[in-house]
T-cell receptor, first 112, second 117 residues
Framework: QKEVEQDPGPLSVPEGAIVSLNCTYSNSAFQYFMWYRQYSRKGPELLMYTYSSGNKEDGRFTAQVDKSSKYISLFIRDSQPSDSATYLCAMILPYNFNKFYFGSGTKLNVKP | DTGVSQNPRHKITKRGQNVTFRCDPISEHNRLYWYRQTLGQGPEFLTYFQNEAQLEKSRLLSDRFSAERPKGSFSTLEIQRTEQGDSAMYLC???????????????FGPGTRLTVL
């Protein structure tokens, strides 16, 4: 079993839709949670990070962490064609901040 | 451009050949990381450096792989006797590490795509 699981998609939505992307994890010790966006043939870029449980909002993006369920989500409001990319969740254990554990990524396509 | 740069962007080689990739981190970043990403998967941690010291290596980093970061600046990742299973995107990231137990954002380069024929 992988430590971080993510539905690979692809997920196809119309422009303007609300998108929900999710990851589950098996190690309850994970403490920092991040969402990266990766365009085709590019490196990942950080969208948001959160510490422990709760919500965090940044513009059209909201990240949620539910540690009791070992489940994290990224919501994208008013999705745009430019949001079409692969979204990767990543996590860190509290005793090793240098090793990121990534999910496999969900490919999102926002149709104009 | 002040981001992380990687060269070459693409490398095609024959099985059994040696290849070397280079990563230039953001200039003031003291930590440098290497990841491998295969098609349809997320990046997998390979190794990281704090300045010139290699502090952690994943079990994914077999003895055919070696990474260096002389003088704590750029880094090289060498793969000896390449195998078809080595075909992947090799990503480099850097961060400004301010402590051993705090979060520091990792900035990723564009990657080097390796194809082993």
């Amino acid at each position: 079993q992988k430590e971080v699981e993510q539905d690979p998609g692809p997920l196809s939505v119309p422009e303007g839709a609300i998108v929900s992307l999710n990851c589950t994890y098996s190690n309850s010790a994970f403490q920092y949670f991040m969402w990266y966006r990766q365009y085709s043939r590019k490196g990942p870029e950080l969208l948001m990070y959160t510490y422990s449980s709760g919500n965090k909002e940044d513009g059209r993006f909201t990240a949620q962490v539910d540690k009791s369920s070992k489940y994290i989500s990224l919501f994208i409001r008013d999705s745009q064609p430019s949001d079409s990319a692969t979204y990767l969740c990543a996590m860190i254990l509290p005793y090793n901040f240098n090793k990121f554990y990534f999910g496999s990524g969900t490919k999102l396509n926002v149709k104009p | 451009d002040t981001g992380v740069s990687q060269n070459p962007r693409h490398k095609i080689t024959k099985r059994g050949q040696n290849v070397t990739f280079r990563c230039d981190p953001i200039s003031e970043h003291n930590r440098l990381y290497w990841y491998r990403q295969t098609l349809g998967q997320g990046p997998e941690f390979l190794t990281y450096f704090q300045n010139e010291a290699q502090l952690e290596k994943s079990r994914l980093l077999s003895d055919r792989f070696s990474a260096e970061r002389p003088k704590g600046s750029f880094s090289t990742l060498e793969i000896q006797r390449t195998e078809q299973g080595d075909s992947a995107m090799y990503l480099c990231a850097s961060s400004l590490g301010t402590g051993s137990s705090s979060y520091n954002e990792q900035f990723f380069g564009p990657g080097t795509r390796l194809t082993v024929l």
